[in-house]
């Protein structure tokens, strides 16, 4: 089973760092592209970043770029979103999906987020 | 950045009823469209991908159609379970944006 669980999530002071993880199983996690997508509570969903299936290739969102930083490692089956300087509208469920596709610096070929984790929850607040 | 549109943002509907839902890129995205259909407390599902594939699994009461600017998704005949909310979201370049979704509810 294709199986993606996110991990990681909390409260964080305003200013503050949190690392996601998001543990892929029952797919060959290196041949995929992998994104993050967040959910504020109670609105829609916004992404905010890509990372091809070598980690070569990464795209933000400018709502997050300076500040989070997605990596992965191939070995470990996982992927993570470094999040530093957070902000109280960065407050949102965070989830990561597979993408079978891939983005070079111009364009996209064939993307689409299938399946997605459960989700974690990140809230900034003091 | 490519801006996505939907319209209705919300509507009311029974069981059985064909219901279809509209998109709209701010400019050609050719067949680069997916649709999702998120449930309360849940991660979105993919339904549709590439404009008009089914996703494995989803039931054919779905459709999508469109290229270019304009697409749509049809259920053909509402069932209890499709009660949720839909997003689009274009994969044509990046930022890959979603739109602000539709949500079906029962009437």
């Known amino acids: 089973e294709v199986q993606l669980v996110e991990s990681g999530g909390g409260l964080v002071q305003p200013g503050g760092s949190l690392r996601l993880s998001c543990a892929a199983s029952?797919?060959?996690?290196?041949?995929?592209?992998m994104n993050w997508v967040r959910q504020a509570p109670g609105k829609g969903l916004e992404w905010i970043s890509y990372i091809s299936s070598s980690g070569k290739t990464i795209h933000y969102a400018d709502s997050v770029k300076g500040r989070f930083t997605i990596s992965r490692d191939n070995d470990k089956n996982s992927l993570y979103l470094q999040m530093n300087s957070l902000r109280a509208e960065d407050t949102a469920v965070y989830y990561c999906?597979?993408?079978?596709?891939?983005?070079?610096?111009?364009?996209?070929?064939?993307?689409?987020?299938?399946?997605w984790g459960q989700g974690t929850l990140v809230t900034v607040s003091s | 950045d490519i801006q996505m549109t939907q319209s209705p943002s919300s509507l009311s509907a029974s069981v059985g009823d064909r219901v279809t839902i509209t998109c709209r890129a701010s400019q050609s995205i050719s067949s680069y469209l997916n649709w999702y259909q998120q449930k309360p407390g849940k991660a979105p599902k993919l339904l549709i991908y590439s404009a008009s594939s089914l996703q494995s699994g989803v039931p054919s009461r779905f459709s999508g159609s469109g290229s270019g600017t304009d697409f749509t998704l049809a259920i053909s005949s509402l069932q209890f379970e499709d009660f949720a909310t839909y997003y689009c979201?274009?994969?044509?370049?990046?930022?890959?944006?979603f739109g602000p979704g539709t949500k079906v509810d029962i009437q």
């Open positions: 979201q274009q994969s044509y370049s990046t930022p890959l944006t």
């Open positions: 029952g797919f060959t996690f290196s041949t995929y592209s």
């Open positions: 999906a597979r993408d079978p596709g891939y983005c070079s610096d111009i364009s996209c070929y064939g993307n689409w987020f299938d399946p």
